[in-house]
C-alpha cells in the first residue's frame, strides 16, 4: 500500500514571496490533515478536511494561509505572502474515519 | 479543548536497558484514542502504538508497551531493551473517536547510548 506523498521535501524561499505544498492521501482515506511543526515543537493542526470539506481550520492564519483538497482526494496547502516565522516543516497526514493517522515525510520551508 | 503535555523534553537510556516516557492529557470526553509517535530525524512521523480508551488492557507492540491510567489521564510509554534505532523524537497524541483532530504533546527527545 503506497503511503501519504508530499512534494517538495524542501523549499527555500525569500519573504513576501509565495509557496505551496501538495499531499496526495493514502486511497480511501477520508480524512486529510496539514500540520505545522516549528523546530522543537509538536505538529500543529493547521487544516483538517472530511472529504473535501473542511472540518477544523480554527488554528489556520487565513489572511496568509489557504488550503483546499480537489475532489475529495489531492491537496494544497499555500502561503502568500510568506514571514519568517512560517519557517517549519510542513505534515501532511491522512486517515480512516476513526483510528491513527498516517503521515508523509513532510516538508522543510525556509524562510529568508 | 484537548492538551496533551509530555515533561520530558529529553532523557537518555543505555541499549539495552528500559526507559519510560511520560504523556498526561486532558479531557471531558469519555470515547478517544490515544498514540505514541516516533519522529527519527528523517521527520517521518512513525505509529509506534495506540490504545482505545474503552480498553483496560495495556497496549502492547514488541519491545513497546503502555501504561494507560484513564482516572489519572496518564499514558506513558515504555521502551524495553532500547536499541540505537530508537533515537528520536517521541510525541504523544489524542484523538476523540469522534474522528475529530489529532492533538500532539510537544515532543521528548530520546537518545539511546551505545
Known amino acids: 500500500e503506497a503511503g501519504v506523498a508530499q512534494s517538495p521535501r524542501y523549499k527555500i524561499i525569500e519573504k513576501r514571496q509565495s509557496v505551496a505544498f501538495w499531499c496526495n492521501p493514502i486511497s480511501g482515506h477520508a480524512t486529510l490533515y496539514w500540520y505545522q511543526q516549528i523546530l522543537g515543537q509538536g505538529p500543529k493542526l493547521l487544516i483538517q478536511f472530511q472529504n473535501n470539506g473542511v472540518v477544523d481550520d480554527s488554528q489556520l492564519p487565513k489572511d496568509r494561509f489557504s488550503a483546499e483538497r480537489l475532489k475529495g482526494v489531492d491537496s494544497t496547502l499555500k502561503i502568500q505572502p510568506a514571514k519568517l516565522e512560517d519557517s517549519a516543516v510542513y505534515l501532511c497526514?491522512?486517515?480512516?474515519?476513526?483510528?491513527?493517522?498516517?503521515f508523509g515525510q513532510g516538508t522543510r520551508l525556509t524562510v529568508v | 479543548a484537548q492538551t496533551v503535555t509530555q515533561s520530558q523534553p529529553e532523557m537518555s537510556v543505555q541499549e539495552a536497558e528500559t526507559v519510560t516516557l511520560s504523556c498526561t492529557y486532558d479531557t471531558s470526553e469519555n470515547n478517544y484514542y490515544l498514540f505514541w509517535y516516533k519522529q527519527p530525524p528523517s521527520r517521518q512521523m512513525i505509529l509506534v502504538i495506540r490504545q482505545e480508551a474503552y480498553k483496560q488492557q495495556n497496549a502492547t507492540e514488541n519491545r513497546f508497551s503502555v501504561n494507560f491510567q484513564k482516572a489519572a489521564k496518564s499514558f506513558s510509554l515504555k521502551i524495553s531493551d532500547s536499541q540505537l534505532g530508537d533515537t528520536a523524537m517521541y510525541f504523544c497524541a489524542f484523538k476523540m473517536a469522534s474522528g475529530s483532530r489529532l492533538t500532539f504533546g510537544e515532543g521528548t527527545q530520546l537518545t539511546v547510548n551505545p
Open positions: 497526514a491522512s486517515s480512516l474515519d476513526i483510528g491513527e493517522a498516517f
